[in-house]
């Protein structure tokens, strides 16, 4: 430890680590790119002290936001890419894998759980656009998984998820299904439209702070998983959606952007949407496998 100056401080600060209790390696790599980097910030922008007092009642601010509803501090991460980033490191692109993306703060867990090609609609809304969902999920071989347990929950057609909205029922646009012996997935919903992610309090704050907007393009969510794969969080986005190309949460990846067709009259829907999955091995079915 020695005398700090605005030249030395990051070292001397970095050199303390450890110095008085045990830490683990991934601690201290951690602590120190933190250090390294929230010091380059401070010199860089040369922050000022009435700045970080803002900074500290901010984010007060942000933490008495929090409850089950709302994590506003992963909403404040989603704005500034911070999410969709840890889940690239997390999950990075592996062959033919499907990518993922963010799970957002919207699923509920257990579902209703419905057969085959059921609809997962309980409320109809004037400007809704059924459609019928379907594809495969398959391994990195290209065979069809069977028995892949797979969530879905979108918004509805007036931009509002069921949870938020007292006048949708509960787990409207919300369904559990499962593959067929062959892979095959099916159900019916909504085509999902664009919304803006919440933008009250620190998280509209942060959205003003930046000059950017709240919007999301339409989007459904998935979860799919099955013993000996990697679950799959990710989405899938409307090609001829408005924010596309603008995600206020950073969010789309071209490989998860398909397109609703006008459905053929024997599905019973507006429109169409095939889209199929591949899932990765996980690493612990492989070793067994392997042994
Ligand atoms: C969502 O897609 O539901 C979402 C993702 C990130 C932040 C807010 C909402
Ligand atoms: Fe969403």
């Known amino acids: 430890m020695g005398i700090v100056n605005k030249d030395n401080i990051t070292d001397v600060v970095i050199a303390s680590l450890g110095k008085h209790g045990e830490i683990t390696e991934r601690q201290r790599e951690i602590m120190t790119s933190l250090i390294k980097h929230m010091h380059g910030f401070v010199k860089d922008v040369k922050l000022q002290h009435s700045e970080f007092l803002e900074a500290c009642a ?3 601010r942000a933490g008495k936001l929090c409850n089950d509803n709302r994590q506003e501090f992963i909403l ?3 704005i500034i890419g911070v999410e969709v980033l840890v889940d690239m490191m997390t999950n ?6 499907s990518e993922s993306t963010v799970l957002g703060p919207f699923y509920r867990e257990n579902p209703p759980v419905l057969p085959k090609g059921a609809s997962t609609i309980l409320k109809h809304f ?3 656009e059924t459609a019928y969902y379907e594809g495969y999920i398959r391994d990195q071989a290209g065979n ?38 062959t892979g095959h997935y099916a159900f019916v919903a909504v085509r999902p439209v664009p919304y803006p992610i919440p933008e009250d309090e620190t998280a509209g704050e942060l959205l003003h702070f930046m000059g950017h907007h709240p919007n999301r393009p339409g989007h459904m969510h998935f979860i799919i998983s099955k013993e000996g794969y990697r679950p ?6 409307d090609a001829d959606s408005d924010w596309l190309n603008n995600d206020s949460v950073f969010a789309v990846k071209e490989s998860l952007i398909g ?19 591949v899932l990765k091995e996980n690493a612990e079915a492989q070793a067994v496998a392997a042994e």
Do not use: C
């Open 144 to 181: 069809g998984i069977a028995g892949v347990t797979m969530d879905v929950w979108e918004d509805a057609p007036n931009g509002v998820y069921e949870n938020l909205d007292p006048h949708q029922p509960e787990y409207n646009l919300r369904g559990r299904f499962e593959t067929d012996e």
């Open 92 to 97: 990075p692109v592996e062959g033919n894998a």
């Open 58 to 60: 901010y984010l007060e």
């Open 126 to 128: 004037e400007n809704e």
């Open 232 to 237: 799959l969080i990710s989405q899938i986005y």
């Open 76 to 78: 404040l991460a989603d």
């Open 259 to 277: 397109k609703f067709k006008p459905a053929a009259k024997d599905l019973g829907t507006d429109l169409h949407f095939e889209f199929d999955f």
